[in-house]
């Protein structure tokens, strides 16, 4: 059997110490095909339009999509510093040409509760969202974190929220696979997902439940997670777009040459799936 063709993106904490420019470089020479920018990468991130114009422009010459820009956090939390925060990314993403933004839940260890006021506090945010994004012509990439602490874990609460107030039109989920194993979900909804993240788990010692975004490494063949069996579900179901690397661990920031060690990590995801 030959080896899938993966559509493969680069989030730029894949190597936030790389500036938007180099990202876009390090993804073009790696044959990806999308790239996704970050608000939180220090002085790489993306805070001004100018920026956002001049990489989005060198992304579209290098034939790269702009995903997304991740993060609006706490998009779960609607208030006028939410709407104020939404509207300033959604500049920012348009500016960049990118297709939508990634919005994670608040993870605090707050909200855990299922009580009527969080589900309707879900409700009126992505309502409240959902008028800004279509403004700006974006769409809006749900990722429920599935860390103890979080407010959202799973994604079928995060598509009953959608389908009530009519948005699947504009959102659809992140399959984020460290939180798809975290939250310890079966179903993958793959027909709802726009975006898909991957990142291995090696530490024996770590439990699922205990396991943070420092222990998110690149995939191989130490894999606890289940990537591969992640993305042939996935696949297997229909999906056919972006799997992006989100590898948050310093021992992969701090590696000599990090894009060598992608490139080994796209080899081996790309063999095993054969």
């Not at 297709?99 to 839940?105: A, S």
């Not at 939180?179 to 909804?189: K, L, N, P, S, T």
């Not at 222990?215 to 894999?223: A, E, F, M, N, Q």
Request: charged share 25%.
């Amino acid at each position: 059997m030959t080896q899938r063709s993966v559509k493969f993106g680069f989030n730029h904490m894949v190597s936030p110490s790389l500036t938007p420019d180099e990202l876009v470089d390090a993804a073009r020479k790696l044959g990806a095909v999308a790239i996704e920018l970050r608000n939180d990468v220090g002085d790489n991130s993306l805070k001004d339009a100018e920026t956002a114009r001049r990489v989005g422009a060198r992304a579209a010459e290098a034939g790269l999509e702009v995903r997304s820009i991740n993060a609006l956090y706490p998009f779960n939390v609607w208030n006028e510093e939410r709407a104020r925060q939404t509207e300033t990314l959604a500049r920012l993403a348009a500016a960049a040409g990118a297709t939508g933004l990634v919005m994670c839940p608040l993870n605090e260890g707050k909200m855990l509760e299922d009580t009527p006021e969080k589900a309707a506090g879900l409700r009126a945010a992505l309502s409240g969202i959902r008028p800004i994004l279509e403004n700006h012509g974006l769409k809006g990439f749900v990722e429920p974190l599935g860390f103890p602490v979080s407010s959202l874990r799973f994604k079928r609460e995060a598509l009953a929220a959608i389908d009530d107030v009519d948005g699947g039109d504009v959102f659809t989920l992140v399959h984020d696979t460290f939180h798809h194993r975290g939250a310890g979900e079966q179903q993958v909804f793959a027909g709802r997902t726009g975006l898909v993240h991957i990142s291995g788990l090696e530490d024996p010692a770590i439990s699922f439940t205990d396991m943070l975004d420092g222990h998110r490494v690149l995939v191989g063949p130490k894999d606890r997670l289940g990537n591969v069996e992640q993305l042939r579900q996935l696949y297997a179901d229909g999906y056919d777009g972006v799997v992006s690397f989100e590898p948050f661990a310093k021992e992969v920031h701090g590696l000599y040459d990090p894009i060598a060690a992608v490139r080994e990590s796209m080899a081996y995801v790309r063999q095993a799936l054969a």
